[in-house]
């Protein structure tokens, strides 16, 4: 039962901002460690809430509308059990494709925003998460025999779209931008890179934990390794040699040996951070890095553009200087975050206390009726709004009469003045009805512009009337 294995997942959003954005489809299916698959596929969507308005143009790429999440969705915090009954079985790999940048931002921030823990599902019971487009990029900087990577951005660089990548190596993808074709597409990627490079992908899934990737890290001595990252991109590759300085919580901050370490010597510690070829990049987000003489076999260095007497010569200048690392260390500059609003505050740099973390299981386990009535006192006072939030948005039904017309007037008030990248109504509305008088918008699209129209006049009605 508790074998390990790797979850595949994908999201479909009704926008691109984890932090305002929503979640409108989610799919997974699970496979062994030889990528067999060993369960059922699991397609479900989450309800939009009265106080969002969806983008426009993600609702026309994915072809979902709030109408077809609002028919076939659950709430918010069903979505997530859902969600985290599979995550968490014991010894599981979270994977996608992009996944640590963008789904798992969904996933921590609607956890959060619904007072579950947002990290404890990427660490417990022995489970984890990866994420394959490093992979996908390791392997066309270091090991690409076998693999065809055609396309290529308007910078000339390798373009590692999933439908290009599919396509290039006829990997049937019907149906982009469908969670489940996305996920069998990233499969059988994967499934292409494990038979054609079997040492890189096992390599890659054995140090994708945090623990093993730390092994690999010397900011004592400074050891050069390598680093895969899309920071990196240019027509050569996404790979380049850096060399560690400072490690503060889950983030190394690292020096790209291809640039000239002098700059080092010359920042103080408010400059050091800005220093071109500083690189940084997190432990517990599945980086790519590598022993620095895989470069050393075949022509890999020449074919990414890499000297090996220029690293040497900047790792000189900074194991000689051991300013360097201190000047990371005597930065303690932090960034107020107060004043905004608690939906925008899961990285606001406050650890949650113990008694906090008490309060949010106590309310996780208490009924949806009695969840505004338990008395609880948060330390921080986010709290309180964010669990009024989540009854409102997830059992409207339970709100007293003066509490739902408290949650109207916070619809109102975001339909009219959106958070972040989000825009208001009235904007919304008269985007929609360009689009609709555009010669240029096809038949199909014009029946999701509609259906986005009549969905923007009923939560006006609701929130207005």
């Not at 650890?351 to 309310?363: E, M, Q």
């Amino acid at each position: 039962m508790n074998k390990p294995s790797i979850y595949w997942y994908d999201l479909e959003t009704f926008g691109t901002n984890p932090q305002v954005d929503r979640i409108a489809q989610m799919a997974g299916i699970r496979t062994d460690l030889d990528l067999n698959i060993i369960s059922d596929e699991m397609v479900i969507y989450q309800r939009p809430t009265p106080d969002y308005l969806p983008s426009i143009d993600a609702c026309l790429l994915t072809g979902i509308t709030p109408q077809k999440a609002m028919e076939k969705g659950l709430d918010e915090v069903e979505f997530l059990n859902k969600i985290l009954k599979e995550f968490m079985v014991p010894n599981t790999t979270v994977t996608g494709f992009n996944s640590i940048n963008f789904d798992d931002e969904f996933i921590r921030n609607d956890l959060y925003k619904n007072l579950f823990d947002p990290y404890r599902r990427e660490y417990t019971n022995g489970c984890s998460r990866w994420d394959i487009i490093n992979l996908v990029r390791a392997c066309h900087d270091l090991a690409p025999e076998g693999i065809n990577f055609n396309h290529l951005t308007e910078n000339g660089n390798t373009s590692y779209k999933l439908v290009h990548l599919t396509e290039d190596n006829n990997i049937e993808q019907i149906g982009a931008h469908d969670a489940m074709v996305d996920v069998y597409a990233t499969i059988n990627v994967a499934k292409l890179i494990k038979q054609k490079q079997p040492g890189l992908f096992d390599f890659y899934f054995k140090n994708h934990y945090k623990s093993e990737i730390r092994k690999l890290i010397d900011i004592i001595d400074h050891t050069p390794i390598l680093l895969t990252t899309v920071n990196f991109s240019s027509p050569n590759g996404c790979t380049r040699p850096v060399s560690p300085l400072f490690i503060k919580d889950n983030t190394v901050y690292a020096f790209d040996l291809t640039k000239d370490a002098s700059v080092l010597q010359e920042a103080d510690e408010n400059e050091i951070f800005t220093c071109e070829g500083i690189v940084y990049f997190a432990l517990n987000k599945a980086p790519f890095i590598a022993p620095l003489n895989v470069l050393k076999k075949g022509n890999r260095a020449s074919r990414l553009g890499i000297s090996f007497e220029t690293i040497e010569r900047n790792l000189a200048i900074i194991r000689k200087d051991n300013s360097i690392s201190r000047k990371f260390a005597l930065n303690n500059q932090e960034y107020s975050k107060k004043g905004l609003d608690p939906d925008l505050l899961l990285y606001d740099e406050t650890f949650t206390s113990k008694r906090d973390i008490l309060n949010l299981a106590i309310i996780q386990n208490t009924k949806p009726a009695d969840k505004l009535y338990k008395n609880i006192i948060f330390d921080q006072p986010k709290y309180h709004e964010l669990l009024f939030r989540q009854v409102a948005r997830n059992w409207p039904h339970f709100l007293t009469d003066e509490q739902k017309t408290l949650w109207k007037n916070f619809c109102s008030s975001r339909l009219l003045q959106p958070l972040s990248t989000g825009i208001d109504y009235f904007t919304y509305m008269r985007n929609i009805d360009e689009k609709l008088n555009s010669k240029a918008v096809s038949g199909k699209d014009k029946l999701i512009l509609l259906a986005l129209k009549e969905y923007g006049e009923a939560i006006y009605n609701y929130a207005f009337t």
